[in-house]
C-alpha cells in the first residue's frame, strides 16, 4: 500500500517513481563503470593512462550517441474491443481518408481453399 492509494494498488506516480528510480540506478552503474575504468588505466599506465581511458570513454560515447531510453511505454487505446483483421480486414482512418484493407489471403466473403 502507498500513503496516496490506501487500497493498495499501484497509482501512476508511483509507477513513474518506479522508472525514476530504475534511471538513477542505472545511470550510478555507468558512472562506476566509468570511474574504474579511468581507475585501472591510472594503476596500469599512469597518469597517461587515466588520460586515455578518459578519452576512449568520450569517444565510444560519441560514436555510440547517448543511451536509448528502453523505459518507452506504448499505450493504445480503444472505446471497443479491437476487431479481428484476419477475418474482417481492416478499416482505418489518415489524414480524413477513410482506408480498407482485406483480410491477408483474399477479399471478405471469399474462402481460399
Do not use: C, H
Amino acid at each position: 500500500m502507498t500513503k496516496n492509494n490506501p487500497d493498495g494498488v499501484p497509482s501512476v506516480d508511483d509507477q513513474f517513481d518506479a522508472v525514476a528510480t530504475d534511471r538513477a540506478e542505472r545511470a550510478e552503474r555507468a558512472a562506476t563503470l566509468r570511474l574504474t575504468t579511468i581507475e585501472a588505466g591510472r594503476r596500469k599506465g599512469g597518469i597517461a593512462g587515466a588520460a586515455m581511458a578518459g578519452a576512449m570513454l568520450a569517444v565510444q560515447e560519441i560514436y555510440e550517441g547517448p543511451p536509448l531510453d528502453t523505459d518507452i511505454v506504448e499505450v493504445a487505446e480503444s472505446p471497443n474491443e479491437p476487431g479481428d483483421i484476419d477475418t474482417d480486414g481492416i478499416e482505418v482512418t489518415v489524414g480524413g481518408v477513410d482506408v480498407w484493407a482485406p483480410p491477408p489471403g483474399g477479399a471478405s466473403g471469399t474462402e481460399t481453399t
